[in-house]
C-alpha cells in the first residue's frame, strides 16, 4: 500500500504550534485518563486548570487583552487537530471555549467586557458557554422562543436554553433571544453577554450523552432575568450574526478536530492489523483491510489541507463565503463517522469493547454529524445556494479553479432541468456535490486525492437522476401498519427513581 499512499506531511505552522503540539503529547500520556473521563461524566478539575495554565482555553486572545498565545488561525486549527487525536471529549471542551465562549466576546464585546472575561476565559480561571438552542430552535434558530424585552436600563430576559455545553460550568454565557421593544413588537435578535451568578439565571437539567459524557450539556432557564444594555454583543439587532460568525467559525473547528480524530483511528486500525494473526498471515495484509485504510488516509490527508489552506485564508485577512465552512464541516463529519465505523467493525468484538478506545471514539464522533448543524440541514442549505444565480460559493470556486466549478455548475444545471429539482432528497444530494466540489478545489494539486473526490461527488450525483416520489401514509396510519408487524411494544413502566422526594424540597407540594 504504501506506494499509494498520499504523502502529505503538514509541517506544523510555527515553532509554537509545534511546542504546544508536543507538550499536549507529554500531558496525554501523564495526566489525561479518557476512559475515566468518559465514565464519570466529568472532565477532572485539574485538566481545566492545567489547560487553562497553558492558555489554551483562550488560544486567540491577544497578550494585550489578556491572553497567553496569541495564536493565529493556523495555529488554532492545528492545536485542535492534535487535540482531536489525544481525547475527542477534551477537544470539543476546548473548542467550545474558544470558540463559543471567547469569540463572540473577543469580536462583539465592548471593551468593558473583553477586560472584564477575557483574561480569566484564556487563563481558564471561568469557562464560558454559548446558549442558543432551545426545544424546537436547534437547526432552526429562526424558532427561538427566549424573549429580551426591552426597558429603560436593558432587557429583561425570559426562557430557556437546551444542549448548552459547559453552561453549568460556566463564569459568563452568551445568550441569543428575541428581541422585543417595550411594546412587546418583535425587532429581531439580540445576543447577551450574561454573567454565571446572574440573578434569574437558573440552570436545569443536565443531558446524559451518548458521547462527550465528559462534557456538560444542561438547560437553563431564565426568568425575568434583568441585563444591563452595556451586557449586548453588537448591536441589540445583531443576535443572529454573533450566531452566525460563532457557529461557523465553529463548524472549521470541528473539521480540524475531525481530522486529527481520524488520524489517531487510522493507528489505531493499523496498529491491531499490524499484530493480529488470521491462520498463518496478519490482518493488515489482507486486500479489504489495505483498502480500509488507504480510504481513511486519503480522508485524513484532504481534510489536513482544507483546513489548512482555510486558515491561510483568514490569517491573510480575507473573508470566506459561509457555505465554505457548512461545506467543509459537512465532509469533515462524514469522513469521522465513516473511519470510527471502519475502526469498529476492523476492529471486531475488542472495538466493541469499553475497556478498549474505539467504542469512546465511536460515541463521541457521533454526535458530529448533528451539532452545529445536521448534516441533512446543512447538506440542503449548500443545495440552495448552489441553485442561486448569484451563488457566492460558485464564484469563490470559480476564482479558485474554473476547472472544479464548472462540474458542480453541470450538475446544477441537471438538477434545474429536472421536474424535481426543489425536493429534499435532491437538494441533500446536491449539498454533498457542492461539498465534495469545495473538498475538490482545496487539493486540486494533489492528483490523487482530486480522483478520489471526485468518486465521491460521482455517487452522489447519481442521486439526482432518482425522481421517484415517495409517498407514506400519514403517521397514524404508519404506525399502526408497524403494530402489525410487530406488536404495540411499551417500554414506559418505571425504573430508578431519580427525582427528589417532595419531603424534601423548599415548600411541600
Not at 467586557?113 to 430552535?137: D, H, K, N
Not at 471526485?454 to 407514506?472: C, F
Amino acid at each position: 500500500m504504501s506506494h499509494e499512499l498520499v504523502q502529505i506531511a503538514l509541517a506544523p505552522p510555527s515553532d509554537r504550534s509545534q511546542a504546544m503540539a508536543e507538550w499536549l503529547g507529554d500531558y496525554a500520556r501523564r495526566r489525561i485518563h479518557s476512559r475515566l473521563i468518559d465514565e464519570r461524566r466529568c472532565i477532572p478539575p485539574y485538566v481545566a486548570l492545567d489547560f487553562g495554565n497553558r492558555g489554551l482555553l483562550g488560544m486567540q486572545v491577544p497578550a494585550e487583552q489578556g491572553g497567553l498565545l496569541g495564536f493565529d488561525h493556523q495555529e488554532y486549527f492545528w492545536t485542535l487537530r492534535q487535540l482531536g487525536a489525544i481525547d475527542f471529549t477534551l477537544a470539543a471542551f476546548v473548542g467550545l471555549n474558544n470558540c463559543l465562549g471567547v469569540r463572540p466576546i473577543l469580536r462583539f464585546g465592548n471593551p468593558a467586557m473583553r477586560e472584564r472575561y477575557l483574561p480569566a476565559l484564556a487563563r481558564g480561571r471561568i469557562l464560558g458557554s454559548f446558549a442558543v438552542t432551545e426545544a424546537c430552535a436547534g437547526s432552526n434558530p429562526a424558532g427561538i422562543a427566549a424573549v429580551a424585552q426591552r426597558q429603560a436600563q436593558g432587557f429583561v430576559l425570559s426562557g430557556e436554553k437546551w444542549w448548552s455545553g459547559s453552561a453549568q460550568w460556566s463564569g459568563v454565557i452568551n445568550v441569543v433571544a428575541c428581541h422585543h421593544d417595550d411594546a412587546g413588537r418583535h425587532c429581531g435578535f439580540v445576543a447577551l453577554c450574561v454573567d454565571g451568578d446572574q440573578p434569574g439565571l437558573r440552570h436545569g437539567e443536565e443531558a446524559l450523552t451518548l458521547g462527550l459524557r465528559g462534557m456538560v450539556q444542561n438547560q437553563v432557564h431564565f426568568d425575568s432575568a434583568e441585563i444591563g444594555a452595556d451586557r449586548v454583543l453588537g448591536s441589540p439587532y445583531a443576535g443572529m450574526s454573533v450566531a452566525a460568525d460563532t457557529m461557523t467559525y465553529g463548524r472549521l473547528a470541528i473539521a480540524a478536530v475531525s481530522s486529527g480524530t481520524i488520524w489517531r483511528l487510522l493507528q489505531l486500525m493499523v496498529r491491531y492489523t499490524g499484530r493480529r494473526r488470521v491462520g498463518n498471515s496478519l490482518l493488515y495484509g489482507n486486500d479489504h483491510v489495505q483498502a480500509v485504510m488507504l480510504e481513511h488516509w486519503r480522508a485524513a490527508s484532504a481534510l489536513d489541507l482544507l483546513v489548512r489552506r482555510i486558515a491561510v485564508v483568514l490569517d491573510g485577512g480575507a473573508s470566506l463565503p459561509t457555505e465554505v465552512y457548512a461545506a467543509a464541516k459537512l465532509v469533515a463529519t462524514e469522513l469521522l463517522w465513516a473511519a470510527a465505523d471502519s475502526a469498529m467493525q476492523l476492529l471486531g468484538g475488542r472495538a466493541y469493547c469499553e475497556n478498549n478506545p474505539v467504542a469512546q471514539i465511536w460515541r463521541d464522533a457521533r454526535v458530529t454529524r448533528i451539532f452545529e448543524g445536521p448534516s441533512e440541514v446543512i447538506a440542503t442549505y449548500l443545495g440552495q445556494q448552489s441553485l442561486r444565480r448569484e451563488s457566492p460559493l460558485l464564484q469563490h470556486l470559480q476564482a479558485l479553479d474554473t476547472g472544479q466549478a464548472s462540474k458542480l455548475q453541470a450538475i446544477c444545471d441537471s438538477c434545474q432541468s429536472t421536474d424535481a429539482k426543489s425536493s429534499a432528497s435532491n437538494l441533500i444530494s446536491l449539498g454533498y456535490a457542492t461539498a465534495w466540489t469545495l473538498l475538490a478545489v482545496y487539493v486540486q494539486n494533489v492528483p490523487e486525492l482530486v480522483g478520489w473526490v471526485a468518486v465521491k461527488r460521482a455517487t452522489v450525483a447519481e442521486r439526482l437522476l432518482e425522481h421517484t416520489t415517495r409517498t407514506l401514509p400519514d403517521a397514524d396510519s404508519l404506525s399502526e401498519l408497524i403494530a402489525k408487524q410487530i406488536g404495540l411494544i411499551r417500554l414506559d413502566r418505571a425504573g430508578e427513581q431519580v427525582d427528589l422526594d417532595p419531603y424534601f424540597y423548599d415548600r411541600f407540594p
